[in-house]
């Protein structure tokens, strides 16, 4: 047991080395000496990069990263590192990419490379008259953003487009401007929330209203990634197995409480490649989401389709707000390794990755739920995770692993009757 914490006030905790802090905290809480070498132990991010890159740092939280093999994407084999905890997710993507291997892989495209700042304007009378003021502004407007970033403009990027709207809420009319902007191989939030809020005074003084919000919109719907796949009947299984996932997906597709399950394992993919690769995982997650939902009902990420040849034809379209620079990308020595592994030339062919990747995912999660169920297969890889708990180390996990696959009993208290047999205790 830790001590009780009798005040979270603890003066100027920031300004400590990272051992000072470590030892602070050990102090406080009484962690033991095991407690405090795992904090110290940073694994493969250096204390002093861990200590720049957030407040009151004090270690890392270690997550494997596996390799998702069998990938072909636009015919070019790659090999995708996932950052994830969760047991079946790298294996998930392995197998079904398998599949689809011999049929060509996965075809990617993309719609652009836009992100869309915010500028919350209020307290104008004439909403529509100060949004046509805005609209024809848009010239001076595309000096003074592309004048916060030479060196996107210098690789092509900067400000593409405006819109505005009004839209009604409970204090009144608000004019809503949307700077539409290139931003390369960033994820490009520093860049248009930097241009949004140099912009916003200009807006506050053509217009007689105030600015309040000035930020990126996560609903990256300029910056979709596609993929699309097509399973061979016969290499997935016959049709029966076609048409159960044809089914699993029309439930997610009709169903907001089976889409967000649909959806999480798709993210599970997702997620797992934006987390290796040092990008921003709710900035994806809250996209993703958020598109699910354009059309007023939340619904499936994928859509699925038999094809006249009657084969099983895969596509996923999602927003994928992800760079190469920026952020912990090119920060984090695992991420610059991930990004190496991946051997891409640049931001929107990594989204297109994950992408197929997200659409993996769901093919083997719904193969799997029309079929066997999902827990055979997840239970025969969390057994080692359970057999670890129950205190099994070196040969023993695997040992043990198997022994509780095949007693169909992958649960702590038989991993631990199993581990004391085993040893002969
Ligand atoms: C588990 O992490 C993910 C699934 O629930 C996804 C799904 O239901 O489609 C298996």
């Given amino acids: 047991m830790t001590q009780t914490l009798s005040s979270s006030r603890i003066s100027g905790f920031h300004k400590h080395s990272v051992s000072e802090r470590i ?32 407040e009151n740092f004090v270690g890392t939280m270690t997550i494997p990263v596996g390799i998702a093999t069998n990938m072909r994407i636009d015919g070019k084999d790659v ?14 993507v392995c197998n079904a990419a398998r599949q689809a291997y011999d049929n060509g892989g996965f ?22 008259h100060a949004r046509l003021c805005i609209l024809e502004k848009k010239e001076e407007i595309r000096a003074i953003c592309d004048a916060c970033d030479p060196l996107l403009i210098k690789l092509g990027g900067g400000f593409r487009d405006l ?9 009144g009319p608000m004019v809503i401007t949307h700077l539409i902007v290139d931003t390369r191989d960033a994820m490009g939030a520093n860049a248009v929330n930097t241009m949004a809020e140099k912009l916003a005074p200009s807006i506050a003084q053509w217009t007689g209203g105030k600015t309040y919000l000035r930020i990126l919109s996560n609903l990256a719907d300029r910056r979709l990634a596609r993929a699309r796949c097509i399973w061979r009947t016969e290499d997935i299984g016959g049709e029966a197995v076609r048409d159960g996932m044809i089914m699993a997906y029309h439930f997610a597709e009709s ?39 354009r059309n ?19 596509v996923i379209e999602m927003p994928m707000a992800v760079g190469l620079v920026g952020g912990a990308t090119k ?5 610059r390794a991930a990004l190496k592994i991946l051997n891409i030339a640049s931001a929107s062919e990594l989204a297109q990755v994950i992408a197929a990747v997200g659409l993996a995912q769901n093919f083997s999660a719904m193969k799997a739920l029309a079929t ?27 040992q043990l692993a198997k022994i509780l696959v095949a007693k169909g009993g992958v649960r702590i208290d038989i991993a631990e009757k199993e581990l004391a047999l085993l040893r002969g205790e």
Wanted: one cysteine or more; aromatic letters at 2%.
């Fill in 23 to 54: 030892a602070l905290l050990s102090k406080i809480m009484q962690l033991d000496a095991t407690d405090s070498d795992l904090l110290a132990n940073c694994g493969n991010l250096s204390q002093e990069v861990g200590n720049h890159m957030i």
């Fill in 79 to 92: 090999l995708v590192p996932m950052a994830t905890e969760e047991s079946s997710v790298v294996a998930a």
């Fill in 107 to 128: 075809i990617t495209s993309m719609s652009g490379a836009e992100m869309i700042a915010q500028i919350q304007l209020v307290n104008v009378t004439d909403p529509t």
């Fill in 163 to 171: 819109e505005v709207r009004v839209i009604e809420t409970k204090s």
């Fill in 255 to 293: 169903d907001p409480y089976r889409a967000a399950t649909h959806n999480k394992g798709i993210m599970n993919g997702v997620s797992a490649v934006v987390l290796a690769t040092g990008n921003d995982t709710r900035a994806v997650e809250a996209g993703a989401h958020a598109y699910a939902s």
């Fill in 296 to 314: 007023g009902r939340y619904s499936s990420l994928t859509s699925w389709e038999v094809t006249p040849e009657g084969d099983l034809a895969g």
């Fill in 331 to 335: 920060l984090h020595p695992m991420a």
């Fill in 372 to 398: 066997t169920g999902i827990q055979k297969g997840h239970m025969t890889l969390h057994s080692h995770n359970i057999a670890m708990m129950a205190g099994a180390v070196g040969k023993e996990v695997d």
